[in-house]
């Protein structure tokens, strides 16, 4: 088994609103290892941003982490002083977000970002103008030397996805976090970003944590992988485990509702009944219970227990043992 890079014990974060606060993640507890590609899914709203954000010391500022902690080799993120915060950020620590707009300034040219992004390492001008021709050119962009004279809005979506890539790259991260990075992209970019990142899997020791609400984007890219539902981690496995035996019933009710896994005789796309529950008034039973169709009574008034089912394989359900 290899070394945990980042290690998240029972992390619970409220958001303040002008109402009842949203528990966006209620003890939610996971690890990240050297050497691994960690999936987090769920359905929307089930706290997949608001975990990766915290991550990287970046909950909002309407957000309260009430308990718990992150810990990157050892030393708790959350507690830190903003100055280390910030250096872990800027070295250890990197991300690359849904919309690649926000990765970069629109005033300023693809190239001089790049190049101001490494002004932490100590290297002159040149040679970090040259490291950026060189992991634009590695991310796939055709013509590097142009694009780092290009606006960010003058680059395609995928093309500034790619650049996004590069840019949180060239911090060279121990953790690179990816929060839905195709999902704004259409089929054929998003193809070539998963192609992208698989390759860089292999020659990258670090941890690459992918955040999506695809289950597709999962199957082709991860090693292990989180399920997140009303924010709570409720399964973790391995990739293959997790899609070939299942034990959670929302893992088992988000896999069927795939399209991926639809007979293509299947003309309507089927889903999960149902919403997510209201984080700001989460129920005190299983959060999944109006959905689930193995619901029993206990699950109403108990909180689900953590089942170690297997090595690596856990899943918060009463009925997990069966
Ligand atoms: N700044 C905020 N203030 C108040 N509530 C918030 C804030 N950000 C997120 N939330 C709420 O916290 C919960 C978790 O949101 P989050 O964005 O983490 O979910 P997500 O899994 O990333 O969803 P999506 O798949 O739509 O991106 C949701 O109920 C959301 O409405
Ligand atoms: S605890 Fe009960 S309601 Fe919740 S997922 Fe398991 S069986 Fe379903
Ligand atoms: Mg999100």
Redesign the pocket.
Known sequence: MTTPLLTVENLTLNYRTGGDPVQALRGVSLTARAGEVLGIVGESGCGKSTLAATLMGLAGTNAEITDGAVSFRGENILTAREETRRKLRGKHIAMVFQDPMTAFNPVLTIGAQLVDFQHNSGTPKRQRHSAARDMLDRVGIPDPDICMGRFPHELSGGMRQRAAIAAALLMQPEILIADEPTTALDVTMEAQIIHLLRNLQSDYDGAIIIVTHQLGVIAQLCDRVVVMYAGQV?EEADVDTLFHAPR???TKALIACDPASLSIKEKRLPTIGGRPPDLAHPPA?????DR?????P??RTAA?PRVEIGPDHIA?????WS
């Open positions: 409720v959670h019933p929302y039973g299983c959060a999944f219970a689930c169709a193995q619901v029993e206990i699950c689900p918060k359900c009463h009925e997990a």
